[in-house]
C-alpha cells in the first residue's frame, strides 16, 4: 500500500455515504445488495463519516426534534454496516427480522416511526434484537413499553413485554428468568385488557413453568395454572403434569418418566397448532432422553445446554472424546450468547447459568493433560461482569446526570432506612432491604439507558488467553489461579503449568474457621494458626518451589480464598520472600499491565476521613500519610464536599480514604464508602458510582472496615470495592477483609506509608504488617492480617 492510498480512500467513502442517504434503499435486501456492490461503505472511514453526520443531527435535535428520526435511522445504518464489516453481509442478512424488510409496523401507525420517540425506540429494539444485540435491545424496548401501557397501547405494550421476556430470559433459562418473569407478568396483564385470551394463555403458560424454574414447588405456578384453567382447561392439566415430570427429574426418575411419557401420549392438549405441538413434544423427548440416557434429540442441538447435557451422557458411555466436542460446541454457543450482551447483570446471570458448563470442559481439558485449554476455559466463567464493567465505565464518560435522578431517590432512601436499621427500628431491616432492591433495578435501568444514549455500540469486553497474558508478564511475574475445580495453574512468561490439586470442600472449611477466629481477637473456641497451617499446607507449600525465583506473585483465588490473606498465612508467609497482590481475573490482570499510565514527577495525594467524628484516630492518620508529598488535599470531620472529593479523586495518584466502609450480605454489588454527612444525612460513595469515574491513581487505600471486602457469586463472580477500583483506572487498591481497629489501623498506616514510596504497595504492606505483629498487644491476626493488596503489586 502506498502512502497516498489512504487519502484516496476517504473521498470513496464520502462520496459512497453519501450517494446511499440521496437516495435510500427501498428495504433491508436492497442495502445489502448496495453494499456488496460497494464493499467501500463497510470500511472504517464509511463510519466515520456516519458518525459525523449523527454528530451533527444530534447537536440540531434540541431546536428540531422531528431530526430525532433522522439520527435514529442514520444510527441504525451505522450499526448495521459496522456489523456487516465484523461478522459478513450475508450472516448479517439473514438476522434482520422480517418486519424490517417488509416495513410493517403491528399496532403503530408507520407515520409515527419517524416523529414519536415511543414508536421510534419500539422499532429500533426490535431491529437490534433481530441483529443479536441483546442488552441494546432491551435497553429501547424497556424506555418504550413503559408510555406503551401509560398510553393504552395494551396490545403492543403486551407484545413488547412479551419480546423482554424471551430476551432477558434467553435459551433455555440461561438468563435472568426472575427478571424475564416481571416482564411476562406485565404482558399478562395487558392481554386480559386488550381482551387477547390467545395471547394471555401463551402468557400464563410461561408464567406457570418459569415460576417453578425460578422458586420450585412454590405456590406462584398453581397460581398461574389456576388462572390458565380458566381459559383451557386441558392445557392447565397438561402443564401440571408436565412441571411434575421436570421436577421429578432428578429426585424420582421413575416417576418424572411416567410423568413427561404421558405429557408426549397426551399431546393434543395443548392445542391444535402443529408447531405448539412440536415444541412441547421437543421439551419433553430433552428430559426423556436425559433420564433415559439416550441421546438427546437433534432437533434441539443448537444451545449450549443441550450440547453440555450431551456431553454428559457420552461421558457416562465412556466416550471422552464425543464428550469433548460437545463440551467445545456448548463453550463456543455460550460465549456467542455471552457476545450478544453488554451489561454487568446480564453476565451475572449467565455466569450462574454457564458455571456448570465450564466446570465440567475445564475439568475434562485438564485430565487430558491439556493445562493451558483448561485454564482458558475456567478463565471463560471467571469475573465476566469485571470485564463488562470495563465497557460500561467507558460508556458512562459521554452519560448524563439526567440518568442519575431515580438512582439518587433511592440512595437517600437506603442511607435513611440503614440509619434507622442501625438503631434498632423495628422493620427498618425489611424497608432497608426493599430500598436496595430498588437501588439495585434503578442501577441497572440507568445502565440500560446509558446504552440507548451511547455515541457508538459496544460489546463487553472478552477474557483474553493465558499466552497471551504470558506476553505482558515480567520475568518476575508469576501468577497463581486458584481453579474452582481444585487445581492450582501458574503463568509465567514461559506459559502456563499445573502445579497441584487442593480440596475444595476442605479449604472452604478452613477459609470459614479462620475468617471466624481470626476476624476476633475475643474467641474462646480456636486458634486462627490452626487453620492458618492447614491452609498453608494445602494451598502455599505445593506453590514454593513454582514461585521460586519469581519476585511477584499475582494471585486469583477461588471463592473461599477471597475471604483469607493467603499470602500472609502459616509460619512461612507466601510474601515473606515474594511481593504479593490479588487480582479478580486473567483478563483484569491484563488490562492492568496493558492500560497506558504516565507517572507524575510530583504526585498528587488526595484524604479524607472520619466525616461523623467517630474515628478519632483517622485525622492524624491522614496527616501523617499526607506529609508524605508535596501536592496533598486533606479533608476531615464535617467539612468535607463531596462533589469536591470527586473532581480530587478522579486526578489523584494516591487517595487515601479513612471511614467506615458498608457492606449489605444480601446485595454485595452495593458496598459503600461513608464520605460525609451523619446519620440520615450521610453521603455515601456507592461502589456503581466509582464504574463512572475515571481514575488514575497509581494507590488507592481504603482504611474502612468492609472496604476490602471481596467474595466470589455463584458462577465464579468476583465481587468488591477493590475490583471496582481497578475497572475504573487504579492500579492497586489496599483494603481489610473484616471490620479493624481505627487506633491500630492508624499505626499500621503509618509503617506503611513510611516505606511505600521505595518498597511499593505489596513492599510496604509486608513491612507494615510485621512491624505490628512484633508488638504482642497486637500480635493476634485481627490487628494485622485483615489488609489485602488488590492489582498490581
Same mark, same amino acid.
Given at each position: 500500500m502506498?502512502?497516498s492510498?489512504?487519502a484516496?480512500?476517504?473521498p470513496?467513502?464520502?462520496?459512497a455515504?453519501?450517494d446511499?442517504?440521496?437516495d435510500?434503499?427501498a428495504?433491508a435486501?436492497a442495502l445489502?445488495d448496495?453494499?456488496e456492490?460497494?464493499?467501500?461503505?463497510?470500511g472504517?472511514?464509511?463510519?466515520?463519516v456516519?458518525?459525523?453526520l449523527i454528530?451533527?443531527v444530534a447537536?440540531r435535535?434540541?431546536?428540531?426534534?422531528?431530526?430525532?428520526g433522522e439520527?435514529?435511522?442514520?444510527e441504525r445504518l451505522?450499526?448495521v454496516?459496522?456489523?456487516?464489516r =465484523?461478522? /459478513?453481509?450475508d450472516a448479517?442478512?439473514?438476522?434482520?427480522p422480517?418486519e424490517?424488510s417488509?416495513?410493517?409496523?403491528?399496532g403503530i401507525d408507520k407515520?409515527q416511526?419517524g416523529?414519536?420517540?415511543? *414508536?421510534?425506540?419500539?422499532?429500533e429494539? +426490535?431491529?437490534?434484537?433481530?441483529?443479536?444485540r441483546?442488552?441494546e435491545?432491551v435497553?429501547?424496548?424497556?424506555?418504550a413499553?413503559? &408510555?406503551m401501557?401509560?398510553?393504552?397501547?395494551?396490545?403492543?405494550?403486551?407484545d413488547?413485554e412479551m419480546l423482554?421476556?424471551?430476551a432477558v430470559r434467553?435459551?433455555?433459562a440461561?438468563?435472568?428468568?426472575?427478571?424475564?418473569?416481571?416482564?411476562a407478568?406485565?404482558a399478562?396483564a395487558a392481554?386480559?385488557?386488550a /381482551?387477547?385470551?390467545?395471547?394471555?394463555?401463551h402468557?400464563?403458560?410461561?408464567l406457570?413453568?418459569?415460576?417453578?424454574?425460578?422458586a !420450585?414447588?412454590?405456590?406462584?405456578?398453581d397460581?398461574y395454572r389456576?388462572?390458565?384453567?380458566?381459559?383451557?382447561?386441558d =392445557?392447565?392439566?397438561w402443564?401440571?403434569?408436565?412441571?411434575?415430570?421436570a421436577?421429578?427429574?432428578?429426585t424420582?426418575p421413575?416417576?418424572g418418566?411416567a410423568?413427561?411419557?404421558?405429557?408426549?401420549?397426551s399431546?393434543h392438549?395443548?392445542g391444535?397448532?402443529?408447531?405448539?405441538?412440536a415444541?412441547?413434544?421437543d421439551e419433553?423427548?430433552?428430559?426423556?432422553a436425559f433420564?433415559?440416557?439416550a441421546v438427546?434429540?437433534?432437533?434441539t442441538d443448537?444451545?449450549?445446554?443441550?450440547q453440555f447435557?450431551?456431553a454428559?451422557?457420552a461421558?457416562k458411555?465412556?466416550?471422552?472424546?464425543? *464428550?469433548a466436542?460437545r463440551l467445545r460446541r456448548?463453550?463456543?454457543?455460550a460465549e456467542q450468547?455471552?457476545r %450478544?450482551v453488554?451489561?454487568?447483570?446480564?453476565?451475572l446471570?449467565?455466569s450462574? $447459568?454457564?458455571?456448570?458448563l465450564?466446570?465440567?470442559?475445564a475439568v475434562?481439558?485438564?485430565?487430558a493433560?491439556?493445562p493451558?485449554?483448561?485454564l482458558?476455559?475456567?478463565?471463560l466463567?471467571? %469475573?465476566?461482569?469485571q470485564?463488562a464493567?470495563?465497557?460500561t465505565h467507558?460508556l458512562?464518560?459521554d452519560a448524563?446526570?439526567?440518568?442519575?435522578?431515580?438512582?439518587n431517590?433511592?440512595?437517600r432512601?437506603a442511607?435513611?432506612?440503614?440509619?434507622?436499621?442501625e438503631?434498632?427500628?423495628?422493620?427498618?431491616?425489611q424497608q432497608l432491604d426493599?430500598?436496595?432492591h430498588?437501588?439495585?433495578?434503578a442501577l441497572?435501568?440507568?445502565?440500560?439507558?446509558v446504552?440507548?444514549?451511547a455515541?457508538a455500540?459496544?460489546?463487553a469486553?472478552?477474557?483474553?488467553?493465558?499466552?497471551r497474558?504470558?506476553?505482558?508478564?515480567g520475568?518476575?511475574d508469576v501468577?497463581l489461579v486458584y481453579?474452582p475445580?481444585?487445581v492450582v495453574?501458574?503463568v509465567?512468561r514461559?506459559?502456563?503449568?499445573r502445579v497441584?490439586d487442593f480440596? +475444595?470442600?476442605a479449604?472452604?472449611r478452613?477459609c470459614?474457621?479462620y475468617r471466624?477466629l481470626?476476624?476476633? &481477637?475475643?474467641?474462646?473456641d480456636?486458634?486462627?494458626a490452626?487453620p492458618a497451617?492447614?491452609l498453608?499446607?494445602?494451598?502455599?507449600d505445593?506453590?514454593?518451589a513454582?514461585?521460586a525465583?519469581?519476585?511477584?506473585?499475582?494471585v486469583?483465588?477461588?471463592?473461599?480464598l477471597?475471604?483469607v490473606?493467603?499470602g500472609?498465612?502459616g509460619?512461612?508467609?507466601l510474601d515473606?520472600d515474594?511481593l504479593?497482590?490479588?487480582v479478580p %481475573?486473567?483478563?483484569?490482570l491484563?488490562h492492568?499491565?496493558?492500560r497506558?499510565?504516565?507517572?507524575?514527577?510530583?504526585?498528587r495525594?488526595?484524604?479524607?476521613?472520619?466525616?461523623?467524628?467517630?474515628?478519632p484516630h483517622a485525622?492524624g492518620e491522614l496527616a501523617?500519610?499526607?506529609s508524605?508529598f508535596?501536592?496533598?488535599?486533606v479533608e476531615?470531620g464535617?467539612g468535607i464536599d463531596?462533589?469536591?472529593?470527586?473532581?480530587?479523586? $478522579?486526578?489523584?495518584?494516591?487517595?487515601?480514604i479513612?471511614s467506615?466502609?458498608i *457492606?449489605?450480605?444480601e446485595?454485595?454489588?452495593?458496598s459503600?464508602?461513608?464520605?460525609a454527612?451523619t446519620?440520615?444525612?450521610r453521603?455515601?460513595l456507592?461502589?456503581p458510582d466509582?464504574v463512572?469515574l475515571?481514575?488514575?491513581?497509581?494507590?488507592?487505600v481504603l482504611?474502612?472496615?468492609?472496604a476490602?471486602l %471481596?467474595?466470589?457469586?455463584?458462577?465464579?463472580?468476583?465481587? @468488591?470495592?477493590p /475490583?471496582?477500583?481497578?475497572?475504573s483506572?487504579?492500579r492497586?487498591?489496599?483494603? !481489610?477483609l473484616w471490620?479493624?481497629?481505627d487506633?491500630?489501623?492508624?499505626?499500621?498506616?503509618?509503617?506503611?506509608h513510611?516505606?511505600?514510596?521505595?518498597? @511499593?504497595p505489596?513492599?510496604?504492606l509486608?513491612?507494615?504488617?510485621?512491624?505490628?505483629?512484633?508488638d504482642?498487644a497486637t500480635?493476634?491476626?485481627?490487628?494485622?492480617?485483615?489488609f489485602?493488596?488488590? @492489582?498490581l !503489586?
Amino acid at each position: 500500500m502506498t502512502q497516498s492510498e489512504p487519502a484516496l480512500q476517504e473521498p470513496m467513502a464520502v462520496r459512497a455515504v453519501l450517494d446511499l442517504l440521496r437516495d435510500p434503499p427501498a428495504d433491508a435486501d436492497a442495502l445489502f445488495d448496495l453494499v456488496e456492490q460497494r464493499p467501500v461503505l463497510l470500511g472504517v472511514e464509511a463510519e466515520e463519516v456516519l458518525s459525523g453526520l449523527i454528530a451533527q443531527v444530534a447537536a440540531r435535535e434540541r431546536d428540531e426534534p422531528p431530526l430525532a428520526g433522522e439520527r435514529r435511522w442514520l444510527e441504525r445504518l451505522r450499526r448495521v454496516l459496522r456489523d456487516c464489516r =465484523l461478522r /459478513g453481509v450475508d450472516a448479517v442478512r439473514r438476522t434482520v427480522p422480517a418486519e424490517w424488510s417488509q416495513d410493517s409496523f403491528p399496532g403503530i401507525d408507520k407515520s409515527q416511526l419517524g416523529t414519536d420517540q415511543v *414508536a421510534m425506540d419500539w422499532r429500533e429494539g +426490535t431491529i437490534l434484537l433481530g441483529l443479536g444485540r441483546l442488552d441494546e435491545a432491551v435497553a429501547y424496548l424497556k424506555r418504550a413499553v413503559t &408510555p406503551m401501557h401509560e398510553r393504552g397501547w395494551h396490545a403492543l405494550a403486551a407484545d413488547t413485554e412479551m419480546l423482554l421476556w424471551e430476551a432477558v430470559r434467553g435459551d433455555r433459562a440461561t438468563g435472568d428468568t426472575a427478571a424475564a418473569l416481571v416482564h411476562a407478568t406485565k404482558a399478562a396483564a395487558a392481554y386480559r385488557k386488550a /381482551g387477547d385470551r390467545a395471547k394471555l394463555r401463551h402468557a400464563l403458560t410461561v408464567l406457570a413453568i418459569d415460576s417453578d424454574v425460578v422458586a !420450585p414447588r412454590s405456590a406462584r405456578s398453581d397460581h398461574y395454572r389456576g388462572l390458565l384453567a380458566e381459559l383451557d382447561a386441558d =392445557l392447565a392439566t397438561w402443564l401440571r403434569e408436565y412441571v411434575r415430570g421436570a421436577r421429578l427429574m432428578f429426585t424420582d426418575p421413575e416417576e418424572g418418566r411416567a410423568a413427561l411419557q404421558w405429557c408426549v401420549d397426551s399431546i393434543h392438549l395443548v392445542g391444535a397448532e402443529p408447531q405448539a405441538q412440536a415444541h412441547w413434544r421437543d421439551e419433553c423427548a430433552r428430559k426423556l432422553a436425559f433420564i433415559d440416557d439416550a441421546v438427546v434429540p437433534e432437533t434441539t442441538d443448537d444451545t449450549a445446554v443441550d450440547q453440555f447435557l450431551a456431553a454428559i451422557l457420552a461421558l457416562k458411555r465412556d466416550r471422552p472424546e464425543e *464428550a469433548a466436542d460437545r463440551l467445545r460446541r456448548a463453550v463456543l454457543l455460550a460465549e456467542q450468547r455471552r457476545r %450478544s450482551v453488554v451489561t454487568e447483570v446480564s453476565h451475572l446471570a449467565l455466569s450462574v $447459568s454457564f458455571a456448570p458448563l465450564h466446570h465440567l470442559a475445564a475439568v475434562t481439558a485438564d485430565r487430558a493433560g491439556t493445562p493451558t485449554e483448561a485454564l482458558d476455559l475456567v478463565e471463560l466463567n471467571t %469475573s465476566r461482569s469485571q470485564l463488562a464493567r470495563l465497557t460500561t465505565h467507558r460508556l458512562w464518560r459521554d452519560a448524563g446526570a439526567d440518568l442519575l435522578v431515580l438512582p439518587n431517590l433511592y440512595r437517600r432512601q437506603a442511607v435513611r432506612y440503614l440509619t434507622d436499621a442501625e438503631r434498632g427500628g423495628t422493620g427498618e431491616r425489611q424497608q432497608l432491604d426493599t430500598a436496595l432492591h430498588r437501588l439495585r433495578e434503578a442501577l441497572a435501568a440507568a445502565e440500560h439507558q446509558v446504552l440507548v444514549t451511547a455515541s457508538a455500540a459496544r460489546r463487553a469486553e472478552p477474557p483474553v488467553p493465558a499466552t497471551r497474558l504470558a506476553e505482558h508478564l515480567g520475568e518476575d511475574d508469576v501468577v497463581l489461579v486458584y481453579a474452582p475445580i481444585g487445581v492450582v495453574y501458574a503463568v509465567t512468561r514461559g506459559g502456563v503449568t499445573r502445579v497441584a490439586d487442593f480440596d +475444595t470442600g476442605a479449604v472452604e472449611r478452613w477459609c470459614a474457621d479462620y475468617r471466624r477466629l481470626a476476624s476476633t &481477637p475475643d474467641h474462646d473456641d480456636g486458634d486462627p494458626a490452626e487453620p492458618a497451617a492447614d491452609l498453608e499446607a494445602a494451598c502455599v507449600d505445593p506453590v514454593r518451589a513454582t514461585v521460586a525465583g519469581h519476585r511477584r506473585v499475582l494471585v486469583v483465588p477461588n471463592e473461599p480464598l477471597w475471604g483469607v490473606p493467603l499470602g500472609a498465612l502459616g509460619d512461612r508467609p507466601l510474601d515473606t520472600d515474594h511481593l504479593v497482590s490479588y487480582v479478580p %481475573s486473567l483478563s483484569v490482570l491484563d488490562h492492568l499491565l496493558t492500560r497506558p499510565h504516565v507517572p507524575r514527577r510530583v504526585e498528587r495525594f488526595v484524604g479524607i476521613g472520619d466525616p461523623d467524628g467517630s474515628l478519632p484516630h483517622a485525622a492524624g492518620e491522614l496527616a501523617d500519610a499526607a506529609s508524605r508529598f508535596y501536592d496533598r488535599t486533606v479533608e476531615t470531620g464535617a467539612g468535607i464536599d463531596v462533589e469536591d472529593f470527586r473532581a480530587d479523586l $478522579s486526578d489523584a495518584d494516591v487517595v487515601h480514604i479513612a471511614s467506615h466502609g458498608i *457492606a449489605f450480605d444480601e446485595f454485595p454489588d452495593l458496598s459503600a464508602l461513608h464520605v460525609a454527612g451523619t446519620g440520615s444525612e450521610r453521603e455515601l460513595l456507592w461502589a456503581p458510582d466509582l464504574v463512572r469515574l475515571s481514575l488514575r491513581a497509581r494507590l488507592v487505600v481504603l482504611a474502612a472496615c468492609h472496604a476490602g471486602l %471481596s467474595k466470589a457469586l455463584p458462577g465464579n463472580e468476583y465481587v @468488591g470495592l477493590p /475490583g471496582v477500583f481497578l475497572v475504573s483506572g487504579a492500579r492497586a487498591v489496599l483494603g !481489610p477483609l473484616w471490620q479493624v481497629d481505627d487506633r491500630v489501623t492508624a499505626r499500621l498506616m503509618a509503617h506503611f506509608h513510611e516505606v511505600s514510596a521505595e518498597a @511499593g504497595p505489596a513492599g510496604a504492606l509486608r513491612h507494615a504488617q510485621r512491624a505490628v505483629r512484633s508488638d504482642p498487644a497486637t500480635a493476634h491476626p485481627f490487628y494485622w492480617a485483615a489488609f489485602q493488596l488488590f @492489582g498490581l !503489586p
